[in-house]
């Protein structure tokens, strides 16, 4: 009993640990995402964050001895966000026709997503560090989290946000869509990646190669913007 | 490979210089991206080793924020105290971006058409 204790601290201390638990949950989650045909209320990453935070908590492990491992793949949230470059430029270049018509309208949107999260918030009475880690939500999470950050926001919460930002988006997108008559599938991949990023594109995806493509520049286009704009509304209005 | 993982450091080394030296509210890695975007409209394609450099990093984009979402255990109790604004200001937002871009795409793409 006291030599598996030992095995057990001494793992605890050492990066190993923590770094497989983290791939382990992430496969293990992936896995149930594709058994129940992508389901975006399954989402791997969702699942994985519960099971990992669950497994902290019985252990009694501080979120700062996990991290010590986990970082290692936090670290590739960096040249990830540069590398959306490449499918940015791929997809623009297919759609270099209608640029003017995206843009306008992916700039609306980010300026909606941006003013209604931060109106609804502070009427609500959400505290301040609440309002900047929500007002990047529709945001692909490595850009919605260093922009949270910079601002004063707490990147982690906003990871979360963002990742249930994407699978509303992705299950009441359609619907809305549907609502409004729009069944154009530019218009409906567009609106589906401003509003609700990756998520919402690989659903995109799944129903509609364009609106996957439109969902995808849109991602990236409202990555963007609000990385611009967001700073420079906030310092306006708070 | 090994070239085209470099270069995207470089991007993001540039990035966090532009953005920690000049002061700049945008995160230095989207400043890295935007560098190499331009590269590549400059460059006028994508090298085969750099496509397959970025989806292999972006195949497993949603691991990635795994370990910071993890965080989300030292809010439970801004969590609790915010629950409501957070959940009606995500839900209405969510729709309210979805239903404004798709209505702009089409009109604007209506008025191109004509």
Redesign the interface.
């Known amino acids: 009993m006291t030599g598996l204790r030992d095995v057990w601290v001494y793992l605890s201390a050492s990066p190993l640990l923590h770094l497989t638990m983290?791939?382990v949950?992430?496969q293990a989650g992936s896995w149930i995402y594709e058994k129940a045909n992508r389901n975006p209320l399954l989402n791997?990453?969702l699942l994985?964050?519960i099971a990992?935070?669950t497994m902290?908590?019985i252990t009694g492990t501080a979120?700062q001895d996990?991290?010590e491992g986990?970082?290692f793949?936090?670290f590739?949230?960096?040249?990830?966000?540069?590398?959306?470059?490449?499918?940015?430029?791929?997809q623009f270049d297919k759609v270099r026709g209608?640029a003017?018509?995206?843009l306008?309208?992916?700039l609306?949107?980010s300026l909606?997503?941006i003013l209604?999260?931060l109106a609804?918030?502070?009427?609500?009475?959400?505290?301040t560090?609440?309002l900047l880690s929500?007002a990047p939500?529709?945001v692909?999470?490595?850009?919605a989290?260093?922009?949270s950050?910079?601002?004063g926001g707490?990147?982690?919460?906003t990871?979360?946000?963002?990742?249930?930002?994407g699978i509303?988006?992705a299950m009441?997108?359609p619907v809305?869509?549907d609502m409004?008559g729009?069944k154009?599938w530019?218009?409906?991949g567009?609106?589906?990646g401003?509003?609700?990023h990756?998520i919402a594109t690989a659903r995109a995806l799944q129903v509609n190669e364009v609106a996957g493509a439109f969902s995808g520049l849109?991602m990236g286009l409202n990555?963007?913007a609000t990385?611009?704009l967001l700073?420079?509304i906030w310092?306006w209005f708070f | 490979m090994l070239n085209a993982l470099t270069l995207i450091l470089v991007c993001q080394l540039a990035g966090e210089l532009a953005s920690g030296g000049l002061q700049l509210p945008v995160p230095g890695p989207v400043i890295g991206m935007v560098v190499l975007f331009i590269y590549l409209m400059v460059r006028g394609g994508v090298s085969q080793a750099m496509g397959r450099t970025a989806d292999g990093l972006l195949s497993h984009l949603s691991l990635l924020f795994v370990p910071a979402g993890v965080g989300v255990m030292l809010h439970f109790r801004l969590l609790e105290d915010n629950w409501l604004a957070v959940s009606v200001a995500l839900l209405a937002s969510t729709v309210a971006t979805i239903i404004v871009t798709a209505l702009m795409m089409r009109w604007l793409s209506g008025k191109q058409a004509s």
Do not use: C, W
């Open positions: 983290t791939l949950a992430f791997p990453v994985s964050v990992v935070v902290l908590v979120y996990y991290f986990a970082q793949v936090h590739l949230l960096g040249p990830a966000t540069v590398a959306l470059a490449i499918p940015l430029y791929r209608s003017l018509a995206i306008s309208s992916v609306a949107g909606t997503a209604t999260a609804i918030g502070s009427l609500l009475g959400g505290s560090d609440t929500l939500k529709s692909t999470a490595p850009v989290m260093g922009i950050e910079q601002l707490l990147p982690s919460l990871a979360v946000l963002v990742i249930l930002t509303a988006g009441l997108g809305v869509l409004i729009v154009d530019a218009a409906r567009l609106a589906m401003t509003a609700s990756g849109a990555a963007l990385a611009i700073p420079l310092n």
